[in-house]
């Protein structure tokens, strides 16, 4: 059962632990002991400033991030890392191209890209040798926490990390939100031993290029009116329960997370956020008028309102236009080089349901799409205060296995980071000749997570506490990656 709190979970249900919010409001009106509730349920959420943030680390570049996730793995080989020289039988078909900048190449299906490639720092050595996070769901959640799953510790994403050391200056919209969080591999995004204020939004929808997309429980019930909504809030202002000091800054008290629960369900800037038809058309055809390109436009949207932390966790869902197309990620294990459907019977590797990577819906609407997004925020004067990763949870195979389709690789693999103080036209670190092992200057997942919390000013020397009080350090086995400070 939906109630006007489902929307804001993320924000209220560690205080709110019930489906029926007339019986909390019942309930605590009976008992103050729901102070416990407060204290023990951790509903503390800091809102530092850059300035405070920064005050004992390295000096904050970036205000927001903007998380390009593509999941599934994409092929460093067949985009940022170009390697002609392997025998051809394992060679991608797409040629090196130059880019912006002299002497840095990617392939042509990152064409548009290439003519902002002065505006990129590509990485050409992540990998990671641990056992583990070869697959997905742990190499997503890889990707997301910066820190290797599996430890004793079931650690946050880093946008959660971030929603609760420096929470948010949009007080209608949650601080971490992920567009659109509703397919498989959005189900690795982890809150930890954080309180659930840190827990991510995901706004789900398959098809933002739909026009009758929208998130869904953004808005009263069916018959909770406006007056009735604010009564129950009225009864909620008499309990006036304090949260619990924070051993670190100010924290906000239970009715100040009631108001903005209550401001993100009324605000009519909420529903404004969401509204891609605010758009004018010039842009959304600059980004594409598919779903990613859409994906990708709200995603600027939202960190234009002052959404502190922002994944865009996208892969074009099955349409009329794409028969067969019904699992369209990065996991090309059969037939990458398909110039339509990789097929959809599960009688090769397990690459059914996407199309061949050189495709419009995979690689054409990517690399439009990453394009109109830079040239945006920097039109905007956003880019200079926005970081933005472009990620994958590792790569594929030098070589094409029987099915002629790559599989997953951890050896080595590239991402790309814009803006907030990231020199463009840079390359970092390199791979062998076929693109297989880490040859100069090798990063992992812990170098990445650390980088972002330094470019945000956070003090990594400074531990975060779980509820038993254990200390945490951030990105602990991470080195912020110099090279773009």
Same mark, same amino acid.
């Given at each position: 059962?939906?109630?006007?709190?489902?929307?804001?979970?993320?924000?209220?249900?560690?205080?709110?632990?019930?489906?029926?919010?007339?019986?909390?409001?019942? /309930?605590?009106? &009976?008992?103050?002991?729901?102070? /416990?509730?407060?204290?023990? %349920? %951790?509903?503390?959420?800091?809102?530092?400033?850059?300035?405070?943030?920064?005050?004992?680390?390295?000096?904050?570049?970036?205000?927001?991030?903007?998380?390009?996730?593509? &999941?599934?793995?994409?092929? #460093?080989?067949?985009?940022?890392?170009?390697?002609? /020289?392997?025998?051809? !039988?394992?060679?991608?078909?797409?040629?090196?191209?130059?880019?912006?900048?002299?002497?840095?190449?990617?392939?042509?299906?990152?064409?548009?890209?290439?003519?902002?490639?002065?505006?990129?720092?590509?990485?050409? @050595?992540?990998? #990671?040798?641990?056992?583990?996070?070869?697959?997905?769901?742990?190499?997503?959640?890889?990707?997301?926490?910066?820190?290797?799953?599996?430890?004793?510790?079931?650690?946050?994403?880093?946008?959660?990390?971030?929603?609760? $050391?420096?929470?948010?200056?949009?007080?209608?919209?949650?601080?971490?939100?992920?567009?659109?969080?509703? #397919?498989? &591999?959005?189900?690795?995004?982890?809150?930890?031993?954080?309180?659930? @204020?840190? $827990?991510?939004?995901?706004?789900?929808?398959?098809?933002?290029?739909?026009?009758?997309? $929208?998130?869904?429980?953004?808005?009263?019930?069916?018959?909770?009116?406006?007056?009735?909504?604010?009564?129950?809030?009225?009864?909620?202002?008499?309990?006036?329960?304090?949260?619990?000091?924070?051993?670190?800054?100010?924290?906000?008290?239970?009715?100040?997370? @009631?108001? &903005?629960?209550?401001?993100?369900?009324?605000?009519?800037?909420?529903?404004?956020?969401?509204?891609?038809?605010?758009?004018?058309?010039?842009?959304?055809?600059?980004? %594409?008028?598919?779903?990613? /390109?859409?994906?990708?436009?709200?995603?600027?949207?939202?960190?234009?309102?002052?959404?502190?932390?922002?994944?865009?966790?996208?892969?074009?869902?099955?349409?009329?236009?794409?028969?067969?197309?019904?699992?369209?990620?990065?996991?090309?294990?059969?037939?990458?080089?398909?110039?339509?459907?990789?097929?959809?019977?599960?009688?090769?590797?397990?690459? !059914?349901?996407?199309? %061949?990577?050189? #495709?419009?819906?995979?690689?054409?609407?990517?690399?439009?799409?990453?394009?109109?997004?830079?040239?945006?925020?920097?039109?905007?004067?956003?880019?200079?205060?926005?970081?933005?990763?472009?990620?994958? !949870?590792?790569?594929?195979?030098?070589?094409?296995?029987?099915?002629?389709?790559?599989?997953?690789?951890?050896?080595?693999?590239?991402?790309?980071?814009?803006?907030?103080?990231?020199?463009?036209?840079?390359?970092?670190?390199?791979?062998?000749?076929?693109?297989?092992?880490?040859?100069?200057?090798?990063?992992?997942?812990?170098?990445?997570?650390?980088?972002?919390? !330094?470019?945000?000013?956070?003090?990594?020397?400074?531990?975060?506490?779980?509820?038993?009080?254990?200390?945490?350090?951030?990105?602990?086995?991470? $080195?912020?990656?110099?090279?773009?400070?």
């Amino acid at each position: 059962m939906h109630t006007e709190v489902d929307c804001v979970c993320w924000l209220m249900d560690t205080a709110f632990g019930r489906n029926d919010f007339d019986m909390y409001l019942a /309930g605590a009106m &009976q008992r103050r002991s729901f102070l /416990g509730v407060g204290i023990a %349920g %951790g509903l503390t959420v800091r809102v530092s400033s850059l300035a405070e943030a920064a005050s004992a680390g390295r000096t904050a570049q970036a205000k927001n991030v903007l998380v390009i996730l593509e &999941q599934g793995g994409l092929s #460093h080989l067949d985009t940022w890392d170009p390697k002609p /020289g392997v025998v051809a !039988e394992h060679r991608s078909p797409f040629k090196p191209i130059s880019t912006a900048v002299p002497g840095l190449q990617f392939t042509s299906l990152l064409s548009k890209t290439a003519r902002i490639a002065d505006r990129l720092t590509v990485i050409r @050595s992540m990998f #990671h040798d641990r056992a583990g996070a070869n697959g997905h769901p742990l190499g997503t959640q890889y990707a997301l926490s910066g820190e290797l799953p599996g430890g004793p510790l079931e650690m946050p994403d880093i946008g959660s990390i971030v929603s609760q $050391k420096m929470g948010t200056e949009c007080n209608y919209l949650p601080p971490y939100i992920m567009v659109p969080g509703n #397919h498989e &591999q959005a189900k690795q995004t982890r809150v930890g031993f954080l309180p659930a @204020s840190a $827990k991510v939004f995901k706004t789900g929808g398959r098809d933002l290029s739909d026009p009758n997309w $929208k998130v869904n429980d953004l808005g009263l019930l069916t018959g909770v009116d406006r007056g009735r909504f604010r009564d129950r809030r009225d009864l909620l202002s008499n309990l006036n329960v304090g949260v619990a000091p924070g051993e670190n800054g100010p924290v906000r008290t239970l009715s100040d997370l @009631s108001n &903005q629960a209550a401001n993100l369900l009324t605000n009519p800037l909420t529903q404004s956020a969401f509204n891609l038809t605010e758009e004018p058309d010039a842009t959304r055809d600059q980004y %594409g008028r598919g779903h990613r /390109g859409q994906c990708y436009l709200m995603g600027r949207r939202l960190i234009e309102r002052g959404v502190r932390f922002v994944t865009v966790d996208v892969r074009e869902p099955l349409t009329d236009q794409t028969p067969g197309g019904f699992n369209m990620n990065w996991d090309h294990h059969d037939y990458i080089y398909n110039k339509g459907s990789c097929g959809t019977i599960r009688n090769a590797a397990g690459g !059914e349901g996407r199309y %061949g990577i050189g #495709h419009w819906v995979m690689m054409g609407s990517t690399d439009q799409a990453f394009a109109a997004l830079i040239t945006d925020l920097e039109d905007r004067g956003m880019l200079e205060d926005t970081l933005v990763a472009f990620v994958s !949870e590792f790569g594929r195979t030098p070589r094409l296995n029987r099915f002629q389709g790559r599989d997953h690789w951890t050896n080595a693999y590239s991402i790309a980071l814009a803006g907030a103080g990231v020199p463009g036209g840079q390359v970092i670190g390199s791979s062998d000749a076929e693109g297989g092992y880490v040859t100069n200057r090798p990063l992992r997942p812990d170098d990445y997570a650390a980088t972002i919390y !330094e470019k945000l000013g956070l003090d990594r020397s400074k531990p975060v506490y779980t509820p038993s009080n254990r200390p945490v350090f951030l990105a602990h086995k991470g $080195k912020a990656i110099d090279e773009v400070f």
